[in-house]
């Protein structure tokens, strides 16, 4: 992302999660500001998962996963 996509990133954190949750899995209608932005489009694309990618968060402290 450049420096204008990480101040728009910015603003969208700024809303309710999830708001931007809803917004992304396109269950909700994004407020005007947002509803063609190329942020929230990328947002949708990464929600998709067409790939059906198996997406996990990291272990905050190495060699503590609990699988």
């Known amino acids: 992302m450049n420096e204008a ?3 728009e990133y910015d603003r969208l ?3 309710p999660d999830w ?3 809803y917004w992304a899995i396109e269950k ?3 407020p005007e500001r947002w509803a063609n932005t190329k942020l ?3 947002l949708r694309i990464h929600a998709k ?3 059906k ?3 996990k968060m990291p ?4 060699g503590t996963a609990l699988e």
Do not use: A, C, F, S
């Open 5 to 7: 996509e990480l101040r």
């Open 13 to 15: 954190l700024d809303e």
């Open 19 to 21: 708001d931007i949750y």
């Open 28 to 30: 909700k209608e994004p």
């Open 40 to 42: 929230l489009e990328k």
């Open 49 to 51: 998962n067409e790939g």
């Open 53 to 55: 990618v198996v997406r």
């Open 59 to 62: 272990d905050l402290q190495p």
